[in-house]
């Protein structure tokens, strides 16, 4: 049965078997998310969808400074000590202690001075009680975070994957439990309910990772660790920490460009919120799959590279082109063929539809944009990555501060598909002339 032997022969594979598992839960988390967004939508409406996105620029800066490049060190490590015969969980418990130590000092700096930043920074005060329910999530979120990294050393990602579509489910009841009290007592429902869903998910997310961990005693060289650690995230966590600032700078300058263009402020942030809240969310739908082979790709492009397997890499590179252009070009047909019916019958929101058609045409390049970006990262290359992903924000940027106080909303989606070619064109470009496969 050479077709079963096959069969056996590829299921085993961890990089098959690790993006398999990641893009079922993933996908399942997706469409708990979309119809989750649709009754948000219904239940806070569009402008409390945009004060509710309005603090994720905040809450994903946090992110990066205490989480996201520890994240990766800590699986890198891991990785290594398994391959030397080492243990391996010194370097999770060196990284929880960087992580969340972190993640403190970010909490009570987000907590202490959110409405100064909601008035000052993002432009609406509302938004001061939410960055204080959100600040409390980053501790979570660093024990969360460092627990995958560890698993995906070990290249398992049962762990992260269930823990994902945990915090989903329960952020989803914890809302809607919450909505019902507010509809039984006759309270009004606003964004603060969204907020607290995102701590309770990423409190379900901690606890269950840190009750399916087996703990052992590995408490050897941990200064030494931790050093090494340190070192290895901190040029990462200035990367993402940099890309996120301009993110957030983006997020933020939406609004107030808006109202420049003449939009009264219930306006722009209801504009903001159906494109952020609704039209995005949408058009990210299908990325479940790219962003469960990129996690898995970057190990198996390093392996390969320090085999010195050129012909893996460039297979590998050509198949990963191949299959982004085919599942983005089917995304923006589909999404061509039924944005009406998505915007009227889904978000009961005609605009949604319309932003959701116009954005349709980013699928190819945002697709191959994220793929080609974690070969370039195990390849080598992160400072070529940082340059890419850099030049598209201020390709954003500059749109955004230029073009939308005098042509509105529709120059920003514009500006969006721009960035995006130029992002995966360039990172094209850069793979062919990477000096690892000639």
Not at 9 to 32: C, D, E, F, N, V
Not at 260 to 278: K, R, V
Not at 366 to 376: A, P
């Amino acid at each position: 049965m050479p077709h079963l032997s096959s069969f056996k022969k590829y299921a085993r594979h961890p990089m098959l078997l690790g993006t398999a598992l990641l893009t079922a839960t993933g996908l399942a988390s997706r469409i708990i998310g979309f119809f989750y967004r649709i009754f948000l939508s219904h239940t806070i409406g569009a402008q409390g969808m945009g004060i509710y996105q309005l603090i994720f620029p905040v809450f994903t800066l946090g992110i990066a400074c205490c989480c996201a490049g520890i994240q990766t060190a800590i699986s890198k490590y891991t990785a290594e000590a398994v391959g030397a015969g080492r243990c391996p969980q010194v370097y999770l418990y060196a990284g929880l202690i960087l992580s969340v130590s972190l993640s403190l000092v970010c909490t009570s700096a987000i907590y202490t001075s959110s409405d100064l930043v909601a008035a000052a920074v993002l432009d609406e005060p509302r938004c001061g009680t939410l960055l204080r329910i959100i600040s409390l999530s980053l501790p979570l979120a660093a024990v969360h975070s460092c627990i995958n990294g560890y698993y995906y050393g070990l290249q398992k990602t049962f762990v992260p994957s269930v823990s994902q579509l945990l915090e989903q489910v329960c952020r989803v009841l914890c809302v809607y439990l919450i909505y019902r009290i507010c509809q039984t007592q006759g309270r009004s429902v606003t964004a603060a309910m969204a907020v607290w869903g995102m701590v309770a998910g990423e409190l379900a997310g901690a606890l269950f990772s840190l009750t399916v961990i087996r703990f052992t005693k590995c408490t050897q060289h941990m200064l030494a660790s931790m050093r090494s650690l340190f070192a290895f995230s901190v040029p990462l966590t200035a990367n993402r920490v940099l890309i996120n600032f301009i993110n957030s700078a983006e997020a933020i300058l939406i609004p107030i460009c808006l109202k420049s263009y003449g939009y009264a402020n219930e306006d722009a942030l209801s504009i903001f919120g159906i494109l952020t809240g609704m039209a995005m969310p949408m058009i990210l739908f299908p990325s479940v799959l790219t962003n469960s082979v990129s996690v898995m790709l970057l190990p198996s492009i390093s392996q390969a590279k320090a085999q010195k397997n050129q012909l893996l890499i460039q297979r590998t590179i050509r198949r990963t082109i191949e299959s982004c252009l085919v599942l983005g070009f089917a995304s923006t047909l589909f999404f061509l063929l039924t944005y009406s019916l998505i915007g009227q019958y889904l978000f009961a929101n005609t605009l949604a539809g319309l932003y959701i058609r116009t954005l349709s045409f980013i699928c190819p390049f945002m697709f191959l944009s994220t793929t080609l970006n974690s070969i370039l990262h195990g390849l080598g290359h992160p400072t070529a990555t940082l340059a890419l992903n850099l030049s598209g924000c201020l390709l954003r940027i500059a749109v955004i501060w230029i073009f939308v106080p005098v042509h509105g909303i529709r120059a920003y989606l514009y500006g969006m598909l721009a960035s995006q070619v130029l992002t995966s064109l360039c990172a094209v470009f850069l793979l062919n002339r990477s000096e690892e496969l000639s």
